[in-house]
C-alpha cells in the first residue's frame, strides 16, 4: 500500500529510470548429475541432444554368458553423468528423464576441478586402460609425471605385475584405476 499524498506517475518514473537488475552469468563449471541406475548413457544422449556439454567415460568389458562372449561398454562411474554449464541451467538438467539429482555438499552443487575431468578426457582419448575401483581413502598417493596422464595424484596399487593408480574424484566418492609405469610416477 502507498502512503498517502504518495504520487504513483512519479514513483513509475523514477523506477523506469533505474537501471535492469541482470545477473552475470557465472563461468560453466564440470558438476556431477546422479542418475537413476543404468540409465548414464541414456542420460548422456539427452544431453548431447539439448547441446549440453556432458562427459560420460566408458570402458570396454568382456562378458560371458552360456552361448557367447562379448565386449561392452560400461560407465567407469556407474550412476555417474559429468556436465559443463552455468548453475543458472541447473533446472534445464534436473528435469530430464533419469537426472536424480546433482551431487551437493550443504545444499550446493559441488563443483569438479576442471583439470580432473579435462585430464581423464585426455586418458581415454589416447585408449589408456582404465577401469572401475573400490574408493580408497588411505594409502599412498603418487603423482604421474610422464605420460597422458602427467600432473595426476592418485595412490599406487599393484595388481599381479602391474602398477596401477587409482585416481578418486572425491566429490562423488567413487575411483578408477589406470595402469601406469613406475618410473612414471613419483611420490606426491
Known amino acids: 500500500m502507498l502512503p498517502l499524498g504518495c504520487n504513483l506517475s512519479a514513483a513509475a ?8 537488475i541482470t545477473r552475470k552469468p557465472e563461468q560453466p563449471r564440470w558438476y556431477a548429475a546422479y542418475t537413476s541406475p543404468r540409465h548414464e548413457k541414456y542420460v548422456a544422449r539427452q544431453l548431447d541432444e539439448r547441446c549440453i556439454d556432458s562427459f560420460l567415460p566408458l570402458y570396454r568389458s568382456l562378458r560371458q554368458w552360456k552361448d557367447r562372449r ?34 551437493s555438499f550443504n545444499g550446493q ?7 580432473d575431468i579435462e585430464t581423464l578426457r585426455k586418458g581415454l582419448d589416447l585408449q589408456i586402460y ?23 595424484e592418485g595412490i599406487l596399487v ?21 595402469e ?6 613419483q611420490p606426491a
Not at 518514473?13 to 535492469?20: R, V
Not at 552443487?109 to 583439470?115: D, G, I, Q, S, V
Request: glycine letters at 6%; hydrophobic letters at 45%.
Open 13 to 20: 518514473n523514477a523506477l523506469a529510470e533505474l537501471p535492469p
Open 70 to 103: 562379448k565386449q561392452i561398454e560400461l560407465p567407469l562411474f556407474p550412476g555417474y553423468v559429468f556436465v559443463h554449464f552455468d548453475l543458472q541451467q541447473r533446472l534445464r538438467i534436473l528435469g530430464l528423464p533419469g537426472v536424480v539429482r546433482l551431487v
Open 109 to 115: 552443487p559441488a563443483t569438479l576441478p576442471e583439470h
Open 130 to 152: 582404465a577401469e572401475p575401483h573400490p574408493y580408497l581413502r588411505v594409502g599412498r598417493r603418487v603423482r604421474v609425471v610422464h605420460g597422458p596422464m602427467a600432473g595426476t
Open 158 to 178: 599393484r595388481k599381479k605385475d602391474k602398477f596401477r593408480l587409482v585416481i578418486s574424484l572425491e566429490a562423488i566418492m567413487r575411483s578408477i584405476a589406470v
Open 180 to 185: 601406469v609405469d613406475a618410473d612414471d610416477v
